[in-house]
C-alpha cells in the first residue's frame, strides 16, 4: 500500500486560508468516506482534526474543514493563524481493510 | 477522559527484539481496534497494524508481516506491539490509538494517541 500523497509544504499569512491535498486511489480515498487528517507539533503526538472525510471532533475549531473529491481529499484552514504552523497528515482506511497516511505536509505561516 | 498509556523508551542492539505496551482507560476496551504507527527521525507516519480487542483479529501492514505481532491483554485493557530482528533503521517514536468500532464497522480514525515510545536501535 503506497502513501498518500501531500505537497510537502503550504505557506501563507496570519488570516488567509490555505487548502492541503491528499490524493489517493480508487482502493482507499476513492472506495469509502474515511479520510481523516492530523495535525502534529514538533514533539508531539498526532491529534485529530477532521474525521470521515468533513467532520470535525466536537469543541474543535471550525477553521479546520474537509472535503472529497474522487480520489483526492482536500484540508482546508481559513483565518491561518500562528499556532497553525505544524505539519499535517492524511489518513484513509482501504479496501485490504489497513489504513494509510499520507506523505505529510508542513505549513508554515509567515 | 479516553487515555493511551504508553511504557517508557528502549534501546535495543541490532537483531533483538522490542515489546511496547499501550493501557487504555476511560472506554470498554473490547468496543474498538487499537492500532500501531510509527514516525521515524525526521520522517512521515507509517500504519503498522491493527488489533480488534474483542477477538485478537489483527491486519498488519506488508512492510511489517511476518516481524510484528500485535497482542491485547482484556482484564487490564492493554494492548502490546512486539517488533523483531530489529534494525538501526526500525529506530522510531512507536504510538498506538484507538480506532475501529468493533461492532459497527465505523470510526475509522485514529483518537486517541498515545504518548508514543522511543525505541532506538544501535550496537
Known sequence: QSALTQPASVSGSPGQSITISCTGTSSDVGAYNYVSWYQQHPHKAPKLIIYDVSNRPSGDSNRFSGSKSGNTASLTISGLQTEDEADYYCSSYTSDNTYVFGTGTKVTVL | ?123
Open chain 2, 1 to 123: 477522559q479516553v487515555q493511551l498509556v504508553q511504557s517508557g523508551a528502549e534501546v535495543k542492539k541490532p537483531g533483538a527484539s522490542v515489546k511496547v505496551s499501550c493501557k487504555a482507560s476511560g472506554y470498554t476496551f473490547i468496543n474498538y481496534a487499537i492500532s500501531w504507527v510509527r514516525q521515524a527521525p525526521g520522517q512521515g507516519l507509517e500504519w503498522m497494524g491493527w488489533i480488534g480487542a474483542y477477538n485478537g483479529n489483527t491486519n498488519y501492514a506488508q512492510n511489517f508481516q511476518g516481524r510484528v505481532t500485535l497482542t491485547t491483554e482484556t482484564p487490564t485493557s492493554t494492548a502490546y506491539m512486539e517488533l523483531r530482528s530489529l534494525r538501526s533503521d526500525d529506530t522510531a517514536v512507536y504510538y498506538c490509538a484507538k480506532v475501529r468500532d468493533y461492532w459497527s464497522g465505523d470510526r475509522n480514525w485514529f483518537d486517541p494517541w498515545g504518548q508514543g515510545t522511543l525505541v532506538t536501535v544501535s550496537s
